[in-house]
């Protein structure tokens, strides 16, 4: 998806614009608009800037004529560089009507899924091209009907597992000011929950149906261990500070959130265990479930000779776990550690003596 929207990008920028631009001010665009990271190599980044282009381009025939069904203009610049220019007039080659299936496709599925996430001058500037993908879905292509184009798009779906809980409502414009202040690196202020905070802003993180901003208090250690999330639909005023935003060294949301930063701790100190889960015999399915999908990366499954099977992991004992325990203790039993058979053991009694007060 990122690929995606810094190629369009790249398509706005140079249909905005009247001369031959070269790569390099093409990634200077990226970098300002914050499409890529400028902490990587320079070289890097020159490369991810002349695939987006010649992939925009398109394949070269024999004769080196290419696809081009954007309408892109190159010349030569300097030594073996190239310049790209994208006519600002030529209405029909970027106004789609050569847009390709596949990418019609793209973009109703963009349309479809990601319209409530897009800062709104990005969804503004993709309106016109998704009524264009919504044109040429309407056409036929290869024997292909626009129904099985719609088709296609209606069999992807987000959805979440278990009870489902409708999203809550939040105001785009303060998800558009988050987002300013990560483009632009800059601190953010906000109110929440009658607290005013000013952050040092990380990320956004999609925990449907939630969503979070992950950030550090300013005034805190700079490191990921000061990670905190607040959520969005909380906030109720939201505005860009003017000192700069600072970023743990190596921080990566990805890394955050699967290292468990947003899991909810019952022992608050992110300490590991190692857990010994007994599954009952006749449970193939589940068995087969984490072999497909283990709960960590050094899980082991042993079947023992009654037939039972003996999971093994390295966990953290969190609120996740223990729920996830739950929903199976009527075929499994926690052996170790004592930790979290107790958690889930207490829980349970608790439950109990709920249902049997009444």
């Not at 390099?24 to 499409?35: A, H, M, Q, R, T």
């Not at 007039?89 to 973009?107: G, H, L, R, T, W």
């Not at 959805?159 to 988050?178: M, V």
């Amino acid at each position: 998806m990122k690929t995606f929207l810094r190629r369009i990008a790249i398509l706005e920028l140079l249909r905005t614009q009247r001369r031959f631009l070269s790569t390099e001010d093409v990634l200077s665009f990226l970098i300002n608009e914050g499409y890529v990271d400028e902490a990587l190599p320079q070289g890097t980044l020159m490369r991810t800037v002349q695939r987006d282009l010649n992939f925009l381009w398109g394949e070269e025939d024999d004769e080196g004529i290419a696809d081009n069904e954007f309408g892109l203009e190159k010349v030569r610049g300097d030594g073996k560089s190239l310049k790209w220019r994208l006519d600002p007039y030529n209405d029909i080659s970027y106004d789609f009507e050569k847009m390709p299936q596949n990418m019609a496709v793209a973009f109703a599925m963009v349309q479809k899924h990601l319209s409530d996430l897009l800062p709104r001058n990005t969804h503004q500037e993709l309106t016109r091209l998704f009524s264009a993908a919504e044109t040429r879905l309407n056409q036929s292509n290869k024997g292909l009907s626009s129904k099985d184009y719609y088709r296609f798009k209606d069999s992807i779906e987000f959805y979440q597992r278990g009870q489902t809980l409708q999203a809550a409502q939040f105001d785009i414009s303060h998800l558009d000011t988050i987002y300013r202040a990560i483009i632009q690196r800059k601190q953010l202020g906000f109110e929440y929950r009658g607290k005013i905070y000013r952050v040092h802003p990380l990320g956004v993180a999609i925990l449907l149906p939630k969503l979070y901003l992950v950030a550090i208090k300013q005034g805190d250690v700079i490191e990921v261990s000061s990670c905190r999330s607040f959520l969005v639909h909380k906030i109720d005023a939201v505005w860009l500070e003017q000192n700069a935003l600072e970023i743990p060294d190596g921080f990566s949301l990805e890394a955050y959130l699967k290292s468990g930063g947003m899991d909810v701790y019952i022992n608050q100190d992110n300490q590991t265990f190692v857990l010994e889960l007994l599954i009952q015999t006749g449970n193939e399915r589940l068995i087969e479930d984490l072999q497909e999908s283990p709960i960590s990366s050094d899980q082991i499954l042993e079947l023992s000779k009654n037939g039972s099977t003996k999971l093994t992991a390295t966990v953290r004992r969190t609120i996740q776990l223990r729920n996830w325990l739950l929903s199976i203790a009527s075929v499994s039993e926690v052996i170790t550690p004592e930790e979290i058979r107790s958690d889930v053991l207490n829980f349970l009694k608790s439950s109990l003596s709920q249902y049997e007060s009444n």
